[in-house]
């Protein structure tokens, strides 16, 4: 008795069993995301952020990093971060201020309205 199975039927089932499997990890996956992002942090604002790094060497480098109140210079290597020096000038802090908030009145909508009137003016 041979049995031969019908190759398309067997492939339509590889293939919805694949669909199922893969729909239900990317599911999974949304979940996860979603309630990891709530629990993680309360707010959208990052307290930590990279303002400039400078390669001195094969994979080394001095980075100025900034974390609430102070200014931070780091030198980094391939095997260890040591502190440099830490900032905590309000002057030298100001020049360094989030460039989003120095630019808080020029949102896209802005741009996009400025660029709208001018292309009106020349016509």
């Known amino acids: 008795m041979n049995y031969h199975p019908d190759l398309l039927s067997t492939v339509l ?9 893969l729909g239900g990890l990317f599911i999974v996956f949304y979940f996860l995301r ?4 709530r629990e993680v942090g309360g707010s959208s604002e990052k307290l930590i952020r990279v303002l400039a ?6 994979k080394k480098n001095i980075s100025l990093i900034e974390v609430p ?9 391939s095997d260890n971060i040591c502190l440099l020096t830490k900032i905590e000038d309000e002057e030298i802090l100001n020049r360094f201020k989030r460039p989003e908030e120095k630019k ?8 996009l309205n400025k660029l709208c009137s001018r292309s009106r003016l020349e016509t």
């Open 104 to 111: 808080r009145s020029t949102s896209f909508s802005d741009q």
């Open 13 to 21: 089932k590889m293939i919805t069993a694949l669909v199922i499997v």
């Open 53 to 58: 790094s400078s390669y001195i060497g094969a």
């Open 69 to 77: 109140g102070s200014i931070l210079v780091l030198g980094v290597t």
């Open 34 to 37: 979603r309630i990891l992002k």
